[in-house]
Antibody, heavy 121, light 113 residues
Framework: QVQLVESGGGVVQPGGSLRLSCAAS????????MHWVRQAPGKGLEWVAF????????YYADSVRGRFTISRENSKSTLYLQMNSLRPEDTAVYFC??????????????WGQGTLVTVSS | DIVMTQSPDSLAVSLGERATVNCKSS????????????LAWYQQKPGQPPKLLIY???TRESGVPDRFSGSGSGTDFTLTISSLQAEDVAVYYC?????????FGGGTRVEIK
């Protein structure tokens, strides 16, 4: 069965950096695009970033473009999110999610449990 | 950006009764070349990640009970729970994947009356 396990969350000061990881299993990782989606405490869902299965195309929300970088290691079935210049408004649970179809951006058919990032001094 | 507006914010329905959640997009999310609406619905229970219920506006994900159905086209969409069960208490989100940035509705909380 498909499993997505995020790690790397924690407490960081404003302006700091953090790297999230998402270990995937149960499907052919190198044939599906992957997303990061976040949810601020008590709030709704916000799409953050997408990376194509072959690392050739990435997309970002305006709120994180230039500060966050999505990447993947297909040999390790792992997705990453490098987060720099963190702001208090980046505080959220970060979910990795598998794209439903793979080559472009579609719906999210599997989600991890999420990892909490808290940006606070 | 496409703005997704859900209504109501919350609703309380008796067990066994119908629950209806509405979602309106600020522009059409119907792709004319394949006649598909780029809309999905998710269910999120407390402390859990969202779960995919419906995609292409009306295609039920495998394993989702048939009391859940999606309808609509263009800019107006509906998620219907035909006979509410206790385990359906959750927040429901619509999501457009027609164009980036991918966007979600604000969520609708469904409770038992």
């Amino acid at each position: 069965q498909v499993q997505l396990v995020e790690s790397g969350g924690g407490v960081v000061q404003p302006g700091g950096s953090l790297r999230l990881s998402c270990a995937a299993s149960g499907f052919t990782f190198n044939t599906y695009g992957m997303h990061w989606v976040r949810q601020a405490p008590g709030k709704g869902l916000e799409w953050v970033a997408f990376l194509r299965y072959d690392n050739t195309k990435e997309y970002y929300a305006d709120s994180v473009r230039g500060r966050f970088t999505i990447s993947r290691e297909n040999s390790k079935s792992t997705l990453y999110l490098q987060m720099n210049s963190l702001r208090p408004e980046d505080t959220a649970v970060y979910f990795c999610a598998k794209d439903g179809l793979g080559s472009a951006l579609y719906y999210f058919d599997y989600w991890g449990q999420g990892t909490l990032v808290t940006v606070s001094s | 950006d496409i703005v997704m507006t859900q209504s109501p914010d919350s609703l309380a329905v008796s067990l066994g009764e119908r629950a209806t959640v509405n979602c309106k997009s600020s522009q059409s999310i119907l792709y004319s070349s394949n006649n598909r609406n780029y809309l999905a619905w998710y269910q999120q229970k407390p402390g859990q990640p969202p779960k995919l219920l419906i995609y292409w506006a009306s295609t039920r994900e495998s394993g989702v009970p048939d009391r859940f159905s999606g309808s609509g086209s263009g800019t107006d969409f509906t998620l219907t729970i035909s006979s509410l069960q206790a385990e359906d208490v959750a927040v429901y989100y619509c999501h457009q994947y027609y164009i980036t940035p991918l966007t979600f509705g604000g969520g609708t909380r469904v409770e038992i009356k």
